[in-house]
């Protein structure tokens, strides 16, 4: 019986053919209209270290398609050369290595970083270990110059139909994004702990009289060294003024302040 077909195209708009029924076991298309579900069906599989889609694993079908129908950041890589799938919410990880990278072994994708990645690859296909790595900085060159990144990705084993380990399963997220907005933050914070510390020396230094007085109660927020001096070095700072100075209510100046 002849099997039932189906016509997709890339986003290059090239035709591909593909057998509807093998693609990602039961998923159907995965991820119908998406980028990377027409990348999926226009590859020459057999030309790939994974060969034919009608021969690929039980496992590697359902991981990829959990992988192709998710809108969070995903990639499956496979097999001894880590041949990579991915989804379209990878993409913007990717930048200019897409889509050069879909059905490439991933050590071509991420050479720059492979000593970090590709040691942790290592270690989930030959010992079967999941990774857990936050906020990490990466030195990626996805875009044509070297920048810092920052990612948050776990890796985890993804066993073939014989028992032995066939791939690895990541969901990843970018951090960049957050990090430069918390240093920025923290800077804005450091600036802002600096200017008041220098005010705080220029006030404790003025050679007038000065207090800062807070609220309808009066409170004293600041005094300087003179004016300390001034009423004999008593205890100002956050006391309110007639409890802490007495006798200006007496000498008229309290009602004065609070009109």
């Given at each position: 019986m002849?099997?039932n077909?189906?016509?997709?195209h890339?986003p290059h708009?090239?035709?591909?053919?593909?057998?509807?029924?093998?693609?990602?076991?039961?998923?159907?298309?995965?991820?119908?209209?998406?980028e990377?579900?027409c990348?999926?069906?226009?590859?020459?599989?057999?030309a790939?270290?994974l060969?034919p889609?009608?021969?690929?694993p039980r496992s590697?079908?359902i991981?990829a398609s959990?992988?192709?129908?998710?809108r969070f950041?995903m990639f499956v890589?496979w097999?001894p050369?880590?041949?990579?799938?991915?989804?379209?919410?990878?993409?913007?990880?990717?930048?200019?290595k897409h889509p050069?990278?879909?059905a490439?072994?991933?050590?071509?994708?991420?050479?720059?970083?492979?000593d970090?990645?590709?040691?942790q690859?290592?270690e989930v296909?030959?010992?079967?270990?999941?990774?857990?790595n936050?906020r990490v900085?990466?030195?990626m060159e996805r875009?044509?110059?070297?920048?810092?990144?920052w990612f948050?990705?776990?890796?985890?084993p993804?066993?073939?139909?014989h028992?032995g380990?066939g791939?690895?399963?990541?969901?990843?997220?970018?951090?960049?994004?957050r990090v430069?907005?918390?240093r920025?933050?923290?800077q804005l914070v450091r600036?802002?702990?600096?200017?008041a510390?220098?005010?705080?020396?220029?006030?404790n230094?003025?050679?007038?009289?000065?207090?800062l007085?807070?609220?309808?109660?009066?409170?004293f927020?600041?005094?300087?060294?003179?004016?300390y001096?001034?009423v004999?070095?008593r205890?100002?700072?956050?006391?309110p003024?007639?409890d802490a100075?007495p006798?200006?209510?007496?000498?008229?100046?309290v009602?004065l302040?609070?009109r």
């Open positions: 002849p099997q077909h189906e016509t997709r890339d708009g090239r035709a591909a053919t593909a057998p509807h029924p093998l693609l990602l076991g039961s998923a159907g298309s995965g991820a119908p209209g998406s990377t579900g990348l999926l069906l226009a590859t020459d599989w057999v790939t270290p060969g889609m009608e021969q690929w590697l079908r991981a959990i992988c192709l129908n998710s950041p890589w097999g050369s880590l041949v990579n799938i991915y989804n379209d919410a990878y993409i913007p990880v990717l930048g200019g050069s990278s879909f490439a072994p991933a050590a071509e994708c991420w050479r720059e970083i492979w970090v990645v590709g040691a690859a290592d296909m030959v010992h079967g270990r999941a990774t857990w936050e900085l990466l030195v875009n044509g110059f070297r920048e810092d990144t948050t990705w776990s890796y985890s993804v066993y073939d139909d028992g380990i791939g690895l399963f990541c969901a990843c997220t970018e951090e960049t994004g430069a907005a918390e920025e933050r923290d600036e802002a702990q600096d200017a510390r220098t005010l705080r020396t220029w006030f230094n003025a050679p007038g009289f000065i207090a007085l807070r609220g309808p109660g009066l409170v927020e600041m005094v300087n060294q003179a004016y001096q001034l004999g070095h205890e100002l700072e956050g006391q003024l007639p100075l006798e200006m209510r007496a000498q008229g100046f009602d302040l609070e």
